[in-house]
């Protein structure tokens, strides 16, 4: 099965509520995505939080299950906002289960993901 990397950086109100659906985001992919990998980074090396950002790094197999939860993620979350690929590629909010997963295959589709 191929792997495919994606970053996901989720953006808010505040720091204090980024970082609570960061967290938040990450335990809803790893309890849905089968064989899924997340490591948090920081998008500023200066702060203590874990971080906003999640590299995830899953097989192309469960794609489907990363859309539906990222999509349940977003409608549960109104004001979060995430930014999928680095360099700020695609950003969802307030988005349908098909707009999100053509984010996401856009954003995998927009360089080398593969793992």
Known sequence: MKRVTLVLQVESENRA???RLAE?????LQDAV?????TREKDNPNSLDAGTILIVVFGTHFAVEL???LYAW???NPSA??????GGAVSAAGVSPGDVFKV????LTKGPHNA
């Open 17 to 19: 509520e980024t970082n």
């Open 24 to 28: 938040f985001l990450q335990r809803q």
């Open 34 to 38: 089968e064989k899924v990998q997340i």
């Open 67 to 69: 859309t539906r939860t």
């Open 74 to 76: 977003l409608m549960r």
């Open 81 to 86: 906002r995430v930014i999928i690929g680095s």
């Open 104 to 107: 996401i295959e856009r954003a």
